[in-house]
């Protein structure tokens, strides 16, 4: 059994681990916040984004941009895979992980070519270890007021679809539900998916210039949003999947220290009664 020493210093450092989780608990709380309120100020631009997309497709068909052109046959995929660049946070990172996997596999068998595009520090580390084509690292995860290399990123996928690069290219990131659920979820990035419910609106319109030549112009700033929305959704989904698990933590860190602590009452109860025992028969062989 454990001396009353032993036990003390491992409930001791039980508590100053304790007051770690509370604190990066605390923390994520704060960035979850934060990062919900970039989510919703993106959300009513990505709407209107589509609306006018769509206003545009009912005017000049699907077939006006090539990037609504399918591929007969897929020969390259790009795909940009989303992670956090930290731990502590769950299976965060492993159903991602695991989500991509399945989904390279799948795609492999049907004798398409898959290169990752890694954004997030668990990513490059997964991808370069399990020996997966790397596109390029792209290094940190993007934080939601520091997204400038966005832009270059999306123009860079439009250029390798348009001359023939990629057939297809996919988003793969945990998608923010709510504060407990984040789903890994694979978005099918280009080519675009024309919208299916198409209504001709009946009011007239002017456009300059023409409706094709901003569709073509609109469509790229498109997938310029959809990968802001997927890096700002999987941010917040990681912080809220580590205020979780920091919560967790820290319960599981009292729960043990009560469990310690009822430990150390009954080791020094046992120790108070061994002295009184000793001190019983010191006296009763005295007599």
């Known amino acids: 059994m454990p001396s009353l020493k032993d036990i003390r210093k491992r409930i001791s450092s039980v508590k100053n681990t304790q007051k770690i989780t509370r604190a990066l608990k605390l923390v994520s709380a704060a960035k979850l ?28 068909g699907g077939e006006a941009s090539p990037l609504f052109q399918t591929r007969l046959e897929v020969k390259e995929i790009a795909v940009l895979l989303i992670t956090s660049d ?30 990752t595009w890694a954004l997030g ?66 978005h099918s990035l280009l080519p675009i998916t024309p919208p299916q419910e198409v209504e001709v609106s009946t009011t007239e319109r002017i456009y ?33 999947a580590r205020m979780n698990a920091m919560n967790n933590a820290t319960d599981n860190a009292s729960d043990m220290i009560n469990t310690l602590t009822l430990d150390l009452n009954r080791a020094r109860q046992a120790a108070i009664t061994a ?7 010191g006296a009763e062989a005295l007599k």
């Open 86 to 115: 930290r731990g502590m946070c769950g299976g965060f990172n492993s159903s991602i992980l695991k989500h991509f996997r399945k989904f390279v596999d799948e795609k492999t068998k049907t004798g398409a070519k898959v290169k």
């Open 208 to 240: 300059e210039p023409d409706q094709e030549t901003l569709l073509n112009f609109i469509l790229p700033r498109a997938l310029d949003t959809q990968i802001r929305q997927a890096i700002l959704e999987s941010v917040t989904g990681e912080h809220a």
């Open 275 to 281: 002295e009184l025992m000793e001190i019983i028969s």
């Open 33 to 60: 916040s934060r990062s919900q309120r970039e989510m919703s100020r993106l959300k009513p631009y990505a709407e209107k984004q589509e609306a006018l997309i769509r206003d545009l497709v009912a005017e000049v």
């Open 121 to 186: 520090k668990r990513a490059n580390q997964f991808v370069t270890k399990q020996g997966y084509e790397l596109g390029e690292n792209l290094g940190e995860v993007l934080r939601a007021d520091l997204m400038s290399d966005v832009a270059d990123l999306a123009s860079q996928f439009t250029e390798q679809f348009l001359n023939g690069g990629f057939d297809e290219v996919y988003i793969i990131s945990n998608r923010f539900i709510n504060a407990i659920t984040q789903n890994p979820k694979t």
